[in-house]
């Protein structure tokens, strides 16, 4: 892939990392989403209702986890409630781009290099 078509799918710094990602938040209780919708704009991105207009959904998926998705990918990541902003904008940049997500303590341990 050349550099312009790297710029196109998000990579070195193109279109995904310039713009703020539209967030679905789903969760049954009002005031948790009024949470995780707060802590999507302290992230530097925008909450939304349907997540067909989304570039990820963050649901609500009972204390303490969270799970991130793209719109049409059901199998998404599952993390825990305590990320910061920096962590949580991070990860939605990241299964918006198509990756999956994971503290280190969740993976098992990479083969040194």
């Keep these: 892939m ?3 078509g790297m710029l196109d799918a998000g990579f070195l ?13 789903v969760a049954q209780d009002p005031v948790r989403h ?10 530097g991105h925008v909450a939304v209702r349907a997540a067909e207009a989304a ?7 009972g204390a303490p ?15 825990p409630t305590s990320l910061t902003a920096v962590q949580l904008d991070a990860a939605l940049r990241a299964v918006a781009a198509g990756l999956r ?13």
């Design 13 to 25: 710094g193109g279109p995904l990392a310039e713009r703020s990602l539209l967030v679905a938040v």
């Design 2 to 4: 050349n550099v312009a």
């Design 65 to 79: 986890t969270l799970r991130l998705a793209g719109p049409r990918d059901d199998t998404g990541s599952a993390l």
């Design 101 to 113: 997500v994971s503290l280190p303590g969740d993976a098992p341990a990479a083969p040194p290099c």
């Design 55 to 61: 570039d990820v959904v963050l649901a609500d998926a």
């Design 34 to 43: 009024a949470d995780l919708s707060a802590r999507v704009a302290l992230a």
